[in-house]
């Protein structure tokens, strides 16, 4: 009789059964979100969104919500990962991030919508598709967001997710029109294109007219892969531009600069995205940006 009790308080009543062959009773799909096709008269193509919706957002609610935009958003991109992650950070026990809208822009050419125009031969013969960061940027701003907003519950409030050439364009955008968005975490990003370009260009969107409160972390993992040797051109160029982005005489910016030696290029999205959700959950005076 004690190992009888003993079986039920650790393991329930099932411990009682005896075994017998599994069978399944049912089967059903196992939705994450919902994929949606947007054409698009700037991009003269029709782009695919990944979609994630919180539990917390029912059809039959008035509530409103966070949007997150992800680049490299397909489902064997990126999609999977942030959805996990921002699921997991909004739970009510862990509480850094509200339930939020995960829009997941799937590719069509990376290389021509997140580089923009650069004038060396090097650079042209390494990505000849280059070139066409403006229009995506254009994109972004008077189709993809109008669009969401439309057909969501949205809040306003807006972060953009890019690693390595996502992250390349999401420090342009920053850089030139920072009102996209309220939040941006940019991963690995691919300064060193066009010679450094970025790190030179003035920052015409923060400037001491620009007030609105803006957060951004910049995370880096040990590019060069190589224990002992000097910092690869990414570690150094990430550093480089938060250091630029915290001289901006923007105001209520806020910049966390991460330094993921453990991660390397490969490996740095997953962990650098959660440290963001963490870090830019403490209020700003908790890590001294």
């Not at 009773?25 to 919180?54: F, K, V």
Request: net charge neutral; with cysteine.
């Amino acid at each position: 009789m004690r190992l009888t009790f003993l079986s039920l308080l650790l393991f329930g009543p099932m411990a009682l059964a005896q075994p017998g062959p599994a069978r399944v009773t049912a089967s059903q799909a196992l939705i994450l979100g919902r994929m949606e096709q947007l054409h698009s008269t700037i991009l003269h193509d029709t782009r695919t969104l990944n979609i994630y919706l919180p539990p917390e957002y029912s059809e039959a609610d008035t509530a409103r919500f966070p949007v997150v935009y992800l680049l490299d958003g397909a489902l064997d991109e990126d999609f999977i990962h942030i959805v996990g992650l921002y699921q997991f950070s909004s739970f009510p026990w862990v509480n850094r991030v509200k339930p939020s809208i995960i829009v997941g822009l799937a590719n069509s050419n990376r290389k021509q919508d997140f580089v923009f125009p650069a004038p060396r031969t090097t650079d042209q013969k390494l990505i000849p598709q280059a070139g066409g960061s403006e229009a995506f940027i254009a994109f972004i701003e008077k189709e993809l967001q109008p669009y969401i907003k439309k057909q969501y519950r949205t809040n306003g409030s807006k972060t953009l997710i890019g690693e390595s050439l996502g992250g390349l364009l999401a420090a342009e955008i920053l850089l030139d029109k920072p009102a996209l968005f309220q939040r941006y975490i940019i991963v690995s990003p691919s300064l060193w294109w066009g010679n450094g370009a970025l790190l030179r260009r003035s920052a015409v969107g923060l400037d001491s007219s620009f007030s609105a409160p803006t957060e951004v972390y910049v995370g880096v993992g040990n590019e060069g892969l190589t224990p002992g040797e000097p910092p690869h051109v990414q570690e150094v160029d990430a550093r480089l531009f938060a250091e630029k982005l915290q001289a901006t005489k923007a105001k209520h910016l806020r910049v966390i600069f991460d330094y993921l030696p453990e991660e390397t290029h490969a490996t740095l999205g997953h962990q650098a995205v959660l440290n963001a959700l963490r870090l830019l959950a403490k209020p700003a005076c908790a890590d001294g940006q």
